[in-house]
């Protein structure tokens, strides 16, 4: 059984930066796509970025390309989401998925961590 946790949010300042992790258990994440979604208070949940199982592939929302970087560490069996100039419209609860490929519905992943919760203010 497949278990993710996420790691890493906080309350940062626009511009800054924040690394989030999300490390597996139970199998190991080179055999699945792994996704970032977020989701914000009364919105629905957003795709931001995806990495698909060999690594090849990445995809990112158009709203955070070029500030944010999906990394996958197998040997930790850990994957980031590197957060640069943050914005407070990325201020969200922040979540991992794995799933078979890389889609931008959330209901198409099947693992799911707990969330992590960014805040974005001055």
């Known amino acids: 059984q497949l278990q993710l946790v996420e790691s890493g949010g906080g309350l940062v300042q626009p511009g800054g930066s924040l690394r989030l992790s999300c490390a597996a258990s139970?199998?190991?994440?080179?055999?699945?796509?792994i996704a970032w979604f977020r989701q914000a208070p009364g919105k629905e949940r957003e795709g931001v970025s995806c990495?698909?199982?060999?690594?090849?592939?990445?995809n990112y929302a158009d709203s955070v390309k070029g500030r944010f970087t999906i990394a996958r560490d197998n040997a930790k069996n850990t994957v980031y989401l590197q957060m640069n100039s943050l914005k407070p419209e990325d201020t969200a609860v922040y979540f991992c998925?794995?799933?078979?490929?890389?889609?931008?519905?959330?209901?198409?992943?099947?693992?799911w961590g707990q969330g992590t919760q960014v805040t974005v203010s001055s």
């Open positions: 998925a794995a799933g078979w490929g890389c889609t931008p519905y959330s209901g198409d992943f099947g693992y």
């Open positions: 139970g199998h190991t994440l080179d055999a699945y796509a």
């Open positions: 990495m698909d199982s060999s690594g090849d592939t990445t």
